[in-house]
């Protein structure tokens, strides 16, 4: 197992941010998770495990040893004429397996293309975009269990799934290590492109055959046209989960905001998108020094260069404020802060 001493994270993290790792290990297999969590040579450092970066915000260097995962492999298991039960290792890159499946014909995960980050931590909060979430395409996963380093199952209704949400990102947060997903997905797709602008996006590529290339592609150019590439600025994608109040509030809002945009969830509740909460109290394209919030969508927070964690955080904190004194609203941050 590669080990280095003293690393930079800032290509490790997708907002940028230089701070440093005390130890970085590259881990490609269960025998490298025992060596950092099981031997004795890590024994006294603090552990966390990375894979893409692309969901966590470093207010601080992190002291103790940072695990990246980088298990491989993509397997058939199982398939019959309407589907296919795929494993796949969880350091694989999670666009790359949707164009892998776009590729074989395998349906279910064309609307979540182009989400950055790896296959094993897209169970942690349950990855979603364009009206489909990662539960409905979910099999199981095997994790490694930190404390014993036994491989566990867990099955769906394990993982507890809600909106950006699974036992991972809550009650046994920590404890495991994710190493492999597995998937079962469709030889007979059925396309959902009823959510946001699909459709209108297809019909503007000339489209009059439904695959799941050309669902996919939409799906990718209506990302590239709306979210900042963490290539050019630095960035996490949504900073906060889309808040959900009751019906009650959600009438006494629109009363004083009839642009209000929302999403029912059931007879009592309502989601309503936090960019428009956010835009609506003024913090679209705010920018102090090399930090701010992105000019085309108010929910992705940026780090045009040189900015610091905890000066996003100090700002995510400010936003916050800002949204309970406006609109009487917490919003809850979708990024793991470090
Ligand atoms: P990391 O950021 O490396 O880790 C995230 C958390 O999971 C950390 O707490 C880490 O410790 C833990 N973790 C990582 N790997 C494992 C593992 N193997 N086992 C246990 N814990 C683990 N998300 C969406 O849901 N929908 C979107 O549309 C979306 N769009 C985005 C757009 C952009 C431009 C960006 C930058 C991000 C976007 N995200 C989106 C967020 C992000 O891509 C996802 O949360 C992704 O699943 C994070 O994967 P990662 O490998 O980068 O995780
Ligand atoms: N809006 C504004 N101002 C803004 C941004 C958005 O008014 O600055 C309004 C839009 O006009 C639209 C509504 O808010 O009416 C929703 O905006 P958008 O379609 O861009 O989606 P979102 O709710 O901001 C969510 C997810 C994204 C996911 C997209 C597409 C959350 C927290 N975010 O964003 O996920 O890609 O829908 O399905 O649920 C992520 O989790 O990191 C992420 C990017």
Redesign the pocket.
């Given at each position: 197992m590669i080990v280095q001493q003293n690393v930079s994270l800032k290509p490790y993290n997708t907002f940028g941010l230089d701070e440093n790792a005390g130890f970085l290990a590259i881990v490609n297999s269960i025998e490298d998770l025992d060596e950092i969590y099981q031997t004795g040579r890590f024994r006294s450092q603090k552990k966390m495990i990375l894979g893409g970066g692309s969901?966590v915000l470093f207010t601080r260097g992190f002291t103790g040893i940072v695990a990246k995962n980088e298990i491989h492999g993509i397997q058939i298991q199982n398939e019959t004429e309407e589907d296919v039960l795929v494993s796949v290792g969880a350091g694989e890159n999670w666009h790359q397996f949707v164009l892998w499946c776009v590729e074989h014909g395998y349906g279910g995960v064309e609307n979540l293309s182009l989400?950055p980050g790896t296959v094993g931590a897209a169970p942690m909060q349950n990855?979603?975009?364009?009206?489909t979430e990662l539960k409905e395409v979910f099999h199981s996963l095997e994790a490694y269990e930190i404390k014993t380093g036994k491989t566990v199952s867990f099955f769906k209704e394990d993982c507890k799934f809600g909106?950006?949400y699974s036992v991972f990102k809550g009650e046994i947060r920590d404890e495991y290590v994710i190493t492999k997903v597995f998937f079962k997905l469709s030889k007979k797709p059925v396309f959902n492109i009823s959510?946001?602008a699909i459709k209108d996006t297809l019909n503007k590529m000339g489209v009059d055959e439904l695959t799941l290339k050309n669902v996919s592609q939409a799906v990718i150019n209506i990302?590239q046209s709306?979210?900042p590439d963490p290539m050019d600025i630095g960035n996490?994608?949504?900073f906060?989960?889309?808040p959900i109040v009751e019906r009650l509030h959600f009438e006494a809002l629109e009363a004083e905001f009839d642009d209000i945009?929302s999403y029912p969830i059931d007879q009592e509740k309502v989601k309503i998108?936090?960019?428009?909460l956010?835009?609506?109290a003024g913090w679209?394209g705010y920018r102090d020094g090399d930090i701010g919030v992105h000019e085309?969508?108010?929910?992705?927070l940026v780090n045009h260069g040189m900015g610091r964690g905890k000066e996003i955080f100090k700002l995510a904190k400010e936003i916050q404020k800002s949204i309970q004194n406006k609109f009487g609203i917490d919003l809850e941050r979708?990024v793991n802060v470090i």
């Open positions: 969901n989400i990855i979603g975009a364009y009206g909106y950006r959510y946001g990302r709306k979210l996490a994608g949504s906060f989960k889309n945009k998108p936090a960019g428009w956010i835009e609506k679209k085309k969508q108010a929910l992705v979708e």
